[in-house]
């Protein structure tokens, strides 16, 4: 892979805000920045722009390898045909199998080389299991497309980092399926990606509780003596640096952040609703594991604003510029 080697960006739902996302940040793109492509539908994106008066010339490339030549001037796009219209805000199952084959093309072109990272606009999971699609979200997709790779799903922003254990799951069943396993697997993830993807060389790991208080001893529950105490032992066996069982509503304020640099948490909101409050627009979502780059926007489809134009791109920018860096400094 070539340094100037571009971003492969994916069409994301067609009824979602994906496609304004990518116009507005080819417009925001910045002088020697790494060029990227979009996996999208020319005719919809074009629309698109139209519509909401978004001044972005398009470029249809036949492949990776002439973004870089067309960025400046243009937004290169890699032509994937929809099915049917795309309207905002309304999902149609019959343009699932594209939003599907944008997301393996970009695959293939990372697993070859071909680009230096994959960076997702926002799936409709439910619109994508109509069409027969069985897998939860796009990472444990991803997952599949790379050979059945062990992954973990990270949320980043130059605040905090966090990982959780447990993902798409209700609270009671993550609750009741938590054990050791499942947190050592995710702290050997998380700080072989650090290592890796964000160059630090020592990554701290703090491990949050499940309990309020971590338990009191106990008195509110027992899973961080039984469960979480014997996986923190395991992994500093391993010499990972993993400190807690840490009480949760004390782990991520200002003053506690820089004494790590994850915190491994139990449950999907325990991870989610910290990011999400301390930089909701410029969260990106790291899929940790992966054979190659992967980063997304932390947020949905937002189909209550498609086609409106005001879909904030900052997330998506943010997602872009994190790929970029993950890239160059990628350790095989």
């Not at 897998?135 to 799903?153: I, N, Q, R, S, Y």
């Amino acid at each position: 892979m070539t340094a100037a080697a571009p971003l492969a960006v994916t069409m994301g739902e067609p009824a979602g805000v994906g496609g304004e996302l990518s116009l507005k940040a080819w417009q925001a793109r910045r002088s020697g920045s790494r060029p990227f492509f979009v996996l999208d539908d020319p005719g919809r994106l074009a629309s698109l722009a139209r519509q909401l008066g978004i001044d972005v010339p398009l470029r249809e490339i036949a492949g990776p390898g002439e973004a870089a030549s067309v960025f400046s001037e243009a937004l290169p796009v890699l032509p994937v045909r929809l099915a049917a219209p795309s309207t905002p805000g309304r999902p149609d199952v019959a343009n699932a199998p594209a939003t599907i084959e944008a997301i393996e093309r970009a695959v293939r072109f990372a697993q070859g080389g071909i680009v230096a990272g994959v960076v997702t606009n926002p799936i409709q999971k439910k619109t994508l299991q109509d069409a027969g699609f069985r897998h939860p979200g796009h990472t444990e997709f991803l997952a599949e497309l790379a050979g059945g790779v062990d992954v973990a799903m990270m949320l980043a922003c130059p605040q905090l980092r966090v990982v959780p254990v447990t993902i798409h799951l209700s609270l009671a069943e993550a609750v009741r399926t938590l054990d050791g396993d499942a947190i050592v697997r995710a702290g050997r993830i998380a700080a072989l990606g650090l290592r890796t993807l964000f160059g630090i060389d020592r990554p701290r790991l703090a491990v949050a509780a499940l309990n309020p208080h971590a338990g009191e001893q106990g008195a509110m529950g027992d899973e961080e003596r039984r469960i979480i105490m014997p996986a923190i032992e395991s992994l500093r066996r391993e010499g990972i640096e993993a400190s807690g069982p840490a009480p949760a509503d004390t782990l991520f304020h200002a003053a506690a952040r820089p004494a790590y640099d994850v915190a491994l948490c139990m449950y999907h909101d325990q991870a989610l609703i910290p990011i999400k409050t301390i930089d909701f627009a410029g969260g990106v979502n790291v899929t940790l594991g992966l054979p190659f780059v992967r980063t997304s926007p932390d947020h949905g489809t937002a189909l209550d604003i498609a086609g409106t134009g005001r879909a904030d791109p900052t997330s998506l920018l943010a997602a872009i510029d994190m790929a970029d860096d993950m890239a160059r400094r990628r350790r095989h």
